[in-house]
T-cell receptor, first 111, second 115 residues
Framework: GDSVTQMEGPVTLSEEAFLTINCTYT??????LFWYVQYPGEGLQLLLK?????DKGSNKGFEATYRKETTSFHLEKGSVQVSDSAVYFC??????????FGQGTELSVKP | NAGVMQNPRHLVRRRGQEARLRCSPM?????VYWYRQLPEEGLKFMVY????????ESGMPKERFSAEFPKEGPSILRIQQVVRGDSAAYFC?????????????FGEGSRLTVL
């Protein structure tokens, strides 16, 4: 079945460091891909998405490119802030329309 | 425009009791999804419902768990005879229609603790 694999956390960075969180997927067909973010004690919020190969999703300085050849959707940000500390989930939409999530990667940014 | 509303936010139950979690989707949304987040784990799909219909319950445990989304009122996730392993955060999400783009809008979750 469809699945998503993310790099394990926690990831600890200093403020203004470069961030990469790896995400790869297995799917039949051509799913849409998503990054969601979960701040402490809250629900998930959509961060960015890409619906077809080579699309780049971007929001709040984060970006990710849909790479069909490597089945990847890595999340990047050039300069992280303390306020970016959260858990990040990579996800794909399967043929039935539901989201399948990776296990989440906790990011902690220190001042 | 109110978002997805879940209640209660926190629920404590003793083993063997019943837990009922409610979810009101965003206005205009007729599709509801329930996910469970166990401690230190990601979100696992449980069930997908439209008004008065269960579309996909492939993630629901075979026993003790049920879900409904009546014509009027919120969606309900019901857990009978709770056990300690049911302690988790339960998230509801909604969408305006079945869509392959898959964007869902999540509530803040209901955190169930079983003593």
């Amino acid at each position: 079945g469809d699945s998503v694999t993310q790099m394990e956390g926690p990831v600890t960075l200093s403020e203004e460091a470069f961030l990469t969180i790896n995400c790869t997927y297995t799917a039949t067909g051509y799913p849409s891909l998503f990054w969601y973010v979960q701040y402490p004690g809250e629900g998930l919020q959509l961060l960015l998405k890409a619906t077809k190969a080579d699309d780049k999703g971007s929001n709040k300085g984060f970006e990710a490119t849909y790479r069909k050849e490597t089945t990847s959707f890595h999340l990047e940000k050039g300069s992280v802030q303390v306020s970016d500390s959260a858990v990040y989930f990579c996800a794909l939409s399967d043929a039935g329309g539901k989201l399948i999530f990776g296990q989440g990667t906790e990011l902690s940014v220190k001042p | 425009n109110a978002g997805v509303m879940q209640n209660p936010r926190h629920l404590v139950r003793r083993r063997g009791q019943e837990a009922r979690l409610r979810c009101s989707p965003m206005k205009g949304h007729s599709h509801v999804y329930w996910y469970r987040q166990l401690p230190e784990e990601g979100l696992k799909f449980m069930v997908y419902l439209q008004k008065e219909n269960i579309i996909d319950e492939s993630g629901m445990p075979k026993e003790r768990f049920s879900a409904e989304f009546p014509k009027e009122g919120p969606s309900i996730l019901r857990i009978q005879q709770v056990v300690r392993g049911d302690s988790a955060a339960y998230f509801c999400a909604s969408s305006p229609r079945s869509q392959n783009t898959g964007e869902l809008f999540f509530g803040e979750g209901s955190r169930l603790t079983v003593l």
